[in-house]
Structures are given as structure tokens and as C-alpha cells.
């Protein structure tokens, strides 16, 4: 932990893991302590059962991220799709200690608009899921034909698809106080719409539209780790 400024945690979209933001954080600051979550179920916790339920869920993200604070330095949150939505629920709950430098949105919605999106859809059946999974760009079809993968990543995608559909916006009254930046894809989430997360955050905006899909993280990890690193630490 010698000299980290600012402690950074990630978390990542459904079905993601630790190994699927290795681009990225090799290129963060070494001044940033850098925690990407692992959610139950995969990576390097694939022996643990997966949650059955939105607020495990959060649960879970909220006491990975508890045992792993620094207390000694500021923190910064950047989620990513469903990551987003659970981190944002995480600051909304005061759930860590110490400062919160900063919040990073990627390609989500609001959770305002995302529990009325999700809320059309009530017991999705996998094939429904699956359709979601292909219509964000993140579904490689070969791995359906190969039971090894579908149960590394094709079940955990499900179960974290299925939790997902099952968020509910709590109705916080109180706006989250962080200045916030958003990456978005304009074809996959306009900026209209990523504009809605200001009835929830109070604080400095920024913007940054890169790629042409829900997954521009794969290709634009270089842009993403700059406007982190220009965010949380000084030259």
C-alpha cells in the first residue's frame, strides 16, 4: 500500500470477472491501489456458489469492497453496465469509509430508468437472456457448444443477467454527492439518457462517447485508463 494516493475499486458487468479488466488496470497509475471485484461464482472465487438475489448481491460487492478498504486514503468507484448500477447502490448506502474522490459510469443508465427497463421483463426464461447477452455484442456463440465454457461463463452470465433483471430502484430521496464521470456509447446509450444520472448525482460531470458497442472497453481500454488516471492523480 506505500505510496497509493487513491484506492480504486471495479466493478464489472454480467458475467464479468477480474481477468476481464486486466487491460485496463495494467495501465492505471501505480499510484492507485486498484481492487477489482469478484463477483461469487467465477474467477478466482469460482467455488462459491452463485447469489440467488439482487441485494446478495449487493451485499456481497458491499462487503468485498469493505474488507479491502484502505482507510488512509480517498477511494474512487467505477462500474461498468451492471457494475454501475451496483456501485452506485453501494454510495448510496454510505456502505464504505473515508472520501470518495470520485464515481466512473460506464454504459448504463440511470438506475431510475434501468429498474422501469428491467421491470417489463418478470421471470425471464435463459433463452430471454441469452437474446440480451446478444444484443449487447457480449455472447460468443461457440461457447454454448462447449460445456466447459457454459459453466465458466456462459451460467454465471445467466445468474448475473437474472439478478439483474430483478433490480428495483429504491427511491432514494437524498442525491449521491460525487463528481462523476460517464463512458458511453452513443449507439448503445445516448447521451440523453446517461444525462438522467443527474437527478441522482449532485457534483461535477464528465463525458467521454467512445466505440460503436456496449463492450467498447475491449477496444478503448487505453482511452479509459487516461481519463481515470487524469481523474484521481495529479501529473
Same mark, same amino acid.
Not at 26 to 29: A, E, G, R
Not at 179 to 187: A, H, K, S, V
Given at each position: 500500500m506505500q505510496n497509493k494516493e487513491v484506492q480504486l475499486f471495479i466493478l464489472p458487468y454480467a458475467g464479468g470477472s477480474i481477468a476481464a479488466f486486466k487491460r485496463l488496470t495494467?495501465?492505471? /497509475?501505480e499510484r492507485i491501489d486498484v481492487v477489482t471485484v469478484e463477483y461469487p461464482g467465477r474467477g478466482t472465487?469460482?467455488?462459491?456458489?452463485?447469489?440467488?438475489?439482487?441485494?446478495a448481491l449487493i451485499n456481497d460487492v458491499i462487503k468485498f469492497c469493505f474488507d479491502r478498504r484502505n482507510n488512509s486514503i480517498p477511494y474512487a468507484v467505477m462500474g461498468y453496465s451492471m457494475g454501475s448500477v451496483l456501485g452506485y447502490e453501494m454510495l448510496a448506502r454510505k456502505a464504505l469509509p473515508g472520501e470518495l474522490r470520485?464515481?466512473?459510469?460506464?454504459?448504463e443508465v440511470s438506475p431510475k430508468d434501468?429498474?422501469?427497463?428491467?421491470?417489463?421483463?418478470?421471470?425471464?426464461?435463459d433463452e430471454r437472456l441469452l437474446e440480451r447477452a446478444r444484443s449487447l455484442g457480449?455472447?460468443?456463440?461457440?461457447?454454448?457448444c462447449n460445456k466447459r465454457f457454459v459453466d465458466i461463463f456462459i451460467r454465471p452470465?445467466?445468474? /448475473?443477467?437474472?439478478?439483474?433483471?430483478?433490480?428495483?430502484?429504491?427511491g432514494y430521496q437524498e442525491k449521491l454527492k460525487a463528481?462523476?464521470?460517464?463512458?458511453?456509447?452513443?449507439?448503445d446509450t445516448s447521451l440523453i439518457d446517461i444525462?438522467?444520472?443527474s437527478e441522482l448525482i449532485e457534483g461535477k460531470y464528465d463525458f467521454h462517447e467512445m466505440g460503436e458497442n456496449h463492450f467498447f472497453i475491449n477496444q478503448h481500454y487505453q482511452e479509459m485508463a487516461k481519463v481515470i488516471n487524469d481523474a484521481l492523480v495529479q501529473g
Open positions: 495494467d495501465l492505471i /497509475d472465487r469460482v467455488k462459491e456458489p452463485l447469489v440467488d438475489n439482487i441485494e470520485h464515481f466512473f459510469v460506464s454504459a434501468c429498474s422501469l427497463e428491467l421491470r417489463k421483463v418478470s421471470n425471464p426464461t457480449g455472447l460468443d456463440e461457440r461457447m454454448l452470465m445467466l445468474s /448475473d443477467y437474472r439478478l439483474f433483471f430483478e433490480y428495483r430502484f429504491p463528481d462523476t464521470t460517464f463512458f458511453y456509447c452513443e449507439q444525462e438522467k444520472w
